[in-house]
């Protein structure tokens, strides 16, 4: 499933806040001289800085949709994965082995 422009943009927006949230509390812990004023400062310029971001990105989609021809194969949309007994299996290398590993221990 593909999720939908507003949980998308909805989902960008918590991020953000999130980002910005977490700076100023790392900010304030680290300089504890930090008056409130400069926080909410950072806070405002993150804000401005999100939305700007937000509308050169629509902006840069929008004029890259009107250059873009409309492709005819529409294959995409109804692509399967297939079954996973049909399929060859991989041959990995040690170091993509270790690698492997040393993921699954530390996750």
């Known amino acids: 499933m593909v999720s939908s422009k507003k949980l998308n943009l909805f989902t960008g927006s918590v991020v953000w806040v999130l980002v910005m949230l977490s700076i100023t509390l790392t900010a304030s812990v680290m300089y504890r001289d930090t008056s409130g004023e400069t926080i909410i400062e950072v806070l405002d ?44 299996s991989q041959n990995m290398t040690l170091s993509e082995r270790v690698w492997i590993g040393c993921c699954t221990v530390v996750w």
Do not use: E, K, Y
């Not at 939305?51 to 250059?67: K, P």
């Not at 529409?74 to 007994?85: G, V």
């Open 45 to 88: 310029g993150g804000t401005a800085f999100a939305i700007v971001g937000c509308v050169a990105t629509v902006l840069l989609l929008h004029q890259l949709d009107s250059v873009r021809a409309p492709s005819a194969d529409r294959s995409q949309r109804t692509w399967r994965m297939p079954p996973l007994d049909t399929l060859a």
